[in-house]
């Protein structure tokens, strides 16, 4: 596990190397600059627009580090939904498990042991505030863009989070008629994907955008008692687009989609710490119960989002409803004897409203100001059988939260000078839940009934400030330094089955940050090269890990934690039709105080109320991360082009559970993928294989101690190698 050990290099002496360029840069800016015509044009086309900060800007002048993914970019190397994004984004992680997936900025996010907590990263579709992860179950379904936003976003994002935050950008209606259709075949694992999109006007102040997607594949972990491979997937999801703009300064963009995910099986296999990983598992159900593992999502989500000029003003508002219904059991022994399963069950829906005026960017001083409001109901039940020795029963827990949530925001950039520029923002938000729990615990041997009812009432007021100062060194390059807070609201423990009144209510986290940068377009835009440094300090953190007494998942506050590093992407021109792009990020997070800790692998009898975890290093944050890929396209004819698109993504070692377990850690790896076709004139048709993970590299993404079952441990397992066949047809 040497990618968990300290490394040599201080982060003082990254700050140093990242603040060094603030130095050179004005030189090499100024070189840039003489390789642009005389007139300074710059080429539109090479712009990557972005509106993390509310309006459409050029993301190398966004002071926040980041990192942008295009819809075709997804569509090119198969990326259908997170789980399969994080490896391509460095300090972004998602860690699927047996309940929910959670994600992970800069080593820090909302671990999944309880489902009734909102996420520490934040996801925003279309404007619409996510808290809870399986509201937008859709695969990437039609989407432009995917902004990943580091650090703590306080004030425009739409909603204060602490660790980060990922707006997805959904493709809008066209003023010309365009088709789209996309179809793909899986060899390795056996799996299609059918995707359609229409598109165009209905009149000249109408347009509509329609857009399905269906997929069925198969599994890659062979159940060897129940048969068949897992996990099985089979998902539905349609959206509908109506942009109504009938030219007089004001539109209004109504979307509306909806589906649902099923999935039969879980790609969790258990071993001995002796043993590695063989992509099969001996799980034989519950009787009575289930047989094979099920997750049954159904989600509908809806948004208004309106633009009116009042003078040179822009008056927005975004209104948004989402709601999901969710339902999984799991053999949670993981194991071929009935010893313990558990069943959860989600029903949520949400209300929001959001207001902003921006003003126009003319003068000496812009600024957005704007208000938020959401409301939300969240029910979630679960229930435990137990069958083991002389334990033989049932645990019942049903959990009902309310939540309303209204905050004011607003964002000030003053011009000092042409090249100088202090930006300030600042969002105040109240918080309030109520929440109530029930739990009936029945034993079969001596029936027994205890109930034993929880509640909470708990309201919470923040502020979060933020504040950066820009410099153009150069016509393309530009500094900042920024210093930032955010938060993330407390809550209630949900539904688990030894929680006591005391542990029922977890206090807010919060965060600050302090980040320089540096965002270069050079040689007419034909590279970018991005680099920022970091350190956030994180105060009261939500972490949840398994504890073997009570074989549950337990909840609390950490005291104190630190994630520092450096950040830096390029993208390169190299010639027509050839490119290159690469990312490479180092990150040093972990806690500074943890009393209270999970005993460590190294001490498992230690008394966790005397056990601190200060100087661990934080689960699932390797301390390096990169991607390597090149981008070809080459005329074999007139009306025919070779494409070609692969490289590498890497990541060093790191822990993926509290225990700090060798055993249960991931070690470091590569992967490469690939993809060779050919397309057609003004790409109207193309057809490709591509390969994913081609050394077939079998990894994790989540590991625990398997309840019931003393030095098991399992874990839940990524997709080994795939090859597809995409085919795709638009006009």
């Known amino acids: 596990m040497s990618g968990n050990k300290a490394h040599g290099l201080s982060f003082g002496a990254y700050l140093v190397a990242s603040a060094s360029l603030f130095f050179a840069i004005p030189a090499w800016a100024q ?273 208004a989002t309106a633009n009116i000029e009042i003078g040179d003003h822009v008056l927005t508002s975004v209104t948004g409803f989402s709601s999901y219904d969710f339902e999984k059991k799991v053999d949670a022994d993981f194991g071929p004897n009935p010893a313990f399963a558990s069943r959860f069950a989600e029903k949520f829906s949400q209300m929001s409203q959001e207001i902003r005026l921006a003003s126009p960017t003319t003068g000496r001083l812009e600024y957005i100001l704007g208000g938020y409001f959401h409301v939300n109901d969240y029910d979630l039940f679960q229930s435990t059988l137990i069958r083991f020795g002389p334990f033989n029963g049932r645990a019942d827990r049903a959990f009902r939260q309310e939540n309303v949530a209204l905050s004011g925001f607003g964002s000030a950039t003053w011009h000092l000078a042409d090249a100088l520029r202090l930006v300030g923002s600042l969002r105040y938000t109240y918080d309030r839940k109520i929440a109530d729990q029930t739990r009936i615990n029945s034993g079969v041997v001596q029936p027994t009934w205890l109930a034993t009812p929880l509640s909470g009432r708990r309201v919470e007021r923040e502020w979060d400030p933020s504040v950066a100062i820009q410099w153009d060194a150069g016509r393309d390059a530009m500094l900042y330094a920024s210093y930032g807070q955010g938060s993330k609201a ?117 008394v966790p109320a005397t056990n601190n975890a200060a100087g661990q290093p934080l689960p699932r944050s390797p301390k390096w991360s990169g991607t390597l890929f090149a981008d070809v396209a080459i005329p074999l004819s007139g009306s025919v082009d070779f494409i070609a698109n692969g490289g590498v993504t890497y990541r060093s070692s790191a822990f993926l559970e509290e225990s700090f377990n060798p055993a249960a850690a991931q070690d470091s790896f590569a992967k490469f993928d690939l993809r060779l076709g050919a397309r057609g004139e003004n790409k109207r048709w193309e057809i490709a294989v591509v390969g994913k993970n081609l050394t077939d590299e079998l990894t994790a993404s989540h590991a625990f101690n398997t309840p019931l079952a003393a030095g098991v441990i399992s874990k839940f397992l990524q997709p080994p190698r795939t090859i597809a066949l995409q085919a795709k047809f638009q006009y």
């Open 490 to 606: 407390g809550g209630f423990i949900g539904a688990q089955s030894t929680t006591t009144q005391a542990q029922f209510e977890i206090e807010a986290e919060a965060a600050e940050t302090f980040e320089i940068g540096a965002k270069l377009a050079l040689f007419d835009r034909q590279l970018r090269f991005n680099i920022a440094g970091f350190r956030t300090d994180f105060t009261n953190l939500q972490v949840s890990s398994f504890d073997a007494v009570s074989n549950s998942f337990i909840t609390t506050n950490a005291g104190k934690a630190r994630s520092q590093g450096v950040e830096a992407d390029l993208i390169w021109q190299v010639a027509d039709g050839i490119s290159l792009n690469g990312s490479l990020a180092y990150l040093d997070a972990k806690f500074i105080d943890f009393p209270g800790a999970p005993c460590p692998f190294t001490n498992p009898t230690c």
């Open 31 to 303: 070189s840039a600059e003489q390789g642009q015509d005389a007139a300074g044009d710059v080429d539109d086309s090479a712009m990557i627009v972005v509106t993390a900060q509310k309006r459409e800007q050029d993301i190398q002048d966004v002071p926040i580090s980041m990192t942008v993914v295009g819809g075709e970019q997804l569509t090119d190397l198969g990326i259908q939904d997170f789980t399969e994004l994080d490896r391509y984004v460095p300090n972004f992680y998602v860690q699927t498990t047996p309940g929910n997936n959670a994600f992970y900025i800069r080593g820090i996010g909302s671990t999944p042991g309880n489902l009734a907590f909102e996420q520490t990263v934040g996801l925003f579709v279309d404007g619409i505030y996510g808290g809870h992860a399986r509201q937008f179950q859709a695969p990437f379904l039609d989407v432009e863009r995917i902004e990943v936003l580091r650090g703590p976003q306080g004030a425009l994002v739409g909603k204060n989070t602490s660790a980060g935050a990922i707006s997805v950008v959904s493709a809008r209606p066209t003023r010309d008629f365009r088709v789209t259709f996309e179809g793909s075949y899986e060899f390795e694992l056996g799996g299609t994907r059918l995707f359609g999109m229409v598109s165009g006007p209905l009149s000249d102040a109408v347009s509509v955008r329609v857009a399905g997607q269906y997929e069925d594949s198969d599994g890659y972990i062979e159940n060897t008692q129940l048969g068949g491979n897992e996990t099985k997937r089979k998902s539905l999801f349609g959206r509908a687009s109506v942009l109504i703009d009938p030219g007089n300064g004001a539109d209004l963009l109504i979307r509306v989609e909806g589906g649902k995910v099923d999935l039969t099986g879980t790609a969790v296999e258990r071993f001995l710490s002796v043993d590695d990983p063989d992509r099969k598992r001996a799980t034989g159900g519950f009787p009575g119960f289930m047989d094979k593992d099920f997750d049954n999502t159904d989600n509908f989500n809806a948004s």
